[in-house]
């Protein structure tokens, strides 16, 4: 299966621009970049996705590196609320859960 | 909009009971997804289903089995509780078959506890 590779934590202040890395050097040209992120007792959230090129939507931006082996999720401008565990996920055509399958995220602590 | 609803949303079993949970998916989906999260850990895939088929099977136990049925809804059975069955389960559903470009909604999860 392939595989991610992301920070255990990083830190960040409110209102700040927040990068948050992920390594996938053995993706391959099907496989999707998703990255998903869980609140504390809640469920994981959808937060964007991406093949090749970069992504913005409401929550966040996806920046995809030219050769794929690794992106950035980009949050603008973090709020307190953006506290939570992100995952990078990589959606592989035939892995287990459709691809759907959690690793070890980063966790993301939000300073006032 | 709509939501995936689970129940119940607290589970308090004894050892060497039963519990059924529920999954119930945004309408129109198809594809269910079951995760179990111990605590302080990531979710683990168990199990999902397509148009009522299981499609993949992950680390789920001979003691837990599972069906999604003909109104797309889902129930998790997990017999013959053991200590470690302690955990968060969520539920998610999707759009789709093997879909890689598209995403999953996730429950807000049944905490089991087992004493």
């Known amino acids: 299966d392939a595989k991610t590779t992301q920070p255990n934590s990083m830190e960040s202040n409110e209102e700040e621009p927040v990068h948050l890395p992920c390594n996938h050097s053995t993706i391959s040209g099907t496989d999707y970049i998703h990255w998903y992120r869980q609140l504390p007792s809640q469920g994981p959230e959808y937060v964007i996705h991406g093949l090749t090129s970069n992504v913005n939507n409401r929550m966040a931006s996806l920046a995809i590196a030219e050769d794929r082996k690794s992106s950035t999720l980009i949050l603008h401008r973090a709020t307190l609320r953006d506290a939570a565990v992100y995952y990078c996920i990589l959606r592989v055509p035939g892995g287990g859960a459709d691809g759907l399958t959690f690793g070890k995220g980063t966790h993301l602590i939000i300073q006032p | 909009a709509a939501g995936v609803i689970q129940s119940p949303r607290h589970l308090i079993k004894e050892k060497r009971e039963t519990a059924t949970l529920k999954c119930y998916p945004i309408p129109r989906h198809d594809t269910v997804y079951w995760y179990q999260q111990g605590p302080g850990q990531d979710p683990q895939f168990l199990i999902s289903?397509?148009?009522?088929?299981?499609?993949d099977k992950g680390s789920i136990p001979d003691r837990f089995s599972a069906q999604q049925f003909s109104d797309y809804h889902s129930e998790l059975n997990m017999s013959s509780l053991e200590l470690g069955d302690s955990a968060l389960y969520f539920c998610a559903s999707s759009l789709g078959f093997r879909r890689m470009n598209t995403e999953a909604f996730f429950g807000q999860g049944t905490r089991l506890t087992v004493v």
């Open positions: 289903f397509y148009e009522k088929m299981q499609s």
